[in-house]
């Protein structure tokens, strides 16, 4: 069994406010990635030459844009997943959420070799992505934990539903069937079409 990651709450809701903090976060990041793009088109009215070596930026931009998009569509799902105990959607936001952060390491690495580039916000960028992949750590996790705890509980369901079947049988009796299977269908009554008056 894993340890709690949540000791305050129940993990259902602990991934809840995961799901919650990361479309949050995500938004955050959604509406900052708008203004890189409104402050990229405002450099080619006022400084052309300024604005053509910040261009090559704006891919990089663009792809942050629709990944943190993705970020609040996926944290809906895993919202949803916690919701409703469906351990295959919090499942789709893991390994959703493990591909962006090797895309955030990877940029990391592009950023620490300075192929993107060198200015002073390089380590401030740099800071960002290894403290938000580490706090994206820790979600997962959450996320880990909880459907850990969703396959225990279908697993002593099962085991339970086996043992109650088992126990019926070594009693003597029938396990459990449907009520409507157990009672035979009478023939109608047809005696009031045949009555003279």
Known sequence: MLLNPCPCTSLQKGVKVVALFEAVLSLYFVYRSFTLLQALA?????????????????PLIILHLLVYILQVLFAALLFLGAHKNNSGLCWTWFGFLTLVILFRIIYGILITTEVLGTSITTSFHLIEVVIISLVEIYLLYVDY????????????????????????????TDPPQDSAAEQPMEPPQLSHLFTVK
């Open 42 to 58: 405002a450099l080619d009215g006022f400084d052309p030459t300024l604005y053509e070596l910040a261009r090559g930026n704006r």
């Open 145 to 172: 934990a909880f459907i850990a705890q969703l396959r225990q509980q279908t697993e002593e369901q099962l085991l339970n539903t086996e043992l109650g079947d088992s126990n019926m049988v070594k009693a003597g």
